[in-house]
């Protein structure tokens, strides 16, 4: 078995994985359930990791060149470290729209937006839970609701920081980290995705 038949097998386990996870988690933060129902919640979040983590490996043992591999590999390492990145899988679904499988530079732009997108409504939503699950029963915390911690989040990826809520806990801070270095990354992204239209269509004019 190759590495691209074992993705062809994959795809859609892994992408159910990711939007179960985000269900998943989801239902835990906002409801804050305990008992059996949390206990059945963990087991169904430790099997999509389990099921990212199997991946990893076996693709990781099938690639020829590993080293290559790893280090054009690394959103599916963030996948098994992170868990926040596994919903992001979801995204891959358009992908099966023949629209967006063509390799021209508007099809790629579209793709690419798309992504963005759904990037960064995926990270202030997932990004806000986890801010209010470390902050919610904290001493002296000051991010108690989900719409405190949407609020938070926003703000935080904006850069904005208007101070009126923070994290005093670890976790929360360590959230805020999180959030601070994929919006920059995201921004970075944005920028080169606008920088290639804006050359594509001068060029395009300059040839006329």
Do not use: K
Request: charged share 15%; no cysteine.
């Amino acid at each position: 078995m190759n590495d691209e038949r074992w993705q062809r097998i994959m795809q859609w386990p892994l992408t159910a994985a990711g939007v179960l996870f985000l269900i998943t988690y989801s239902v835990r933060v906002l409801l804050d359930y305990q008992g059996d129902l949390s206990a059945v919640a963990w087991t169904i979040i430790v099997a999509a990791w389990l099921l990212f983590l199997v991946d990893y490996v076996v693709r990781f043992a099938l690639a020829r060149d590993r080293g290559h591999w790893f280090r054009t590999h690394i959103f599916d390492l963030l996948a098994v470290v992170l868990p926040a990145v596994r919903p992001l899988r979801a995204l891959r679904l358009i992908t099966l729209f023949p629209v967006f499988r063509r390799n021209t530079g508007d099809a790629l732009r579209s793709r690419v937006s798309i992504y963005l997108a759904g990037s960064i409504s995926l990270l202030l939503y997932l990004a806000s839970l986890a801010v209010l699950q470390s902050e919610r029963f904290a001493p002296g915390a000051n991010i108690r609701t989900f719409g405190d911690a949407v609020w938070w989040s926003v703000v935080t990826l904006g850069t904005v920081g208007y101070g009126d809520y923070y994290p005093v806990t670890g976790a929360g801070r360590l959230v805020a980290v999180a959030l601070m270095a994929g919006g920059v990354a995201l921004v970075g992204v944005i920028t080169a995705t606008l920088s290639s239209w804006i050359v594509e269509r001068v060029s395009a004019i300059t040839l006329r």
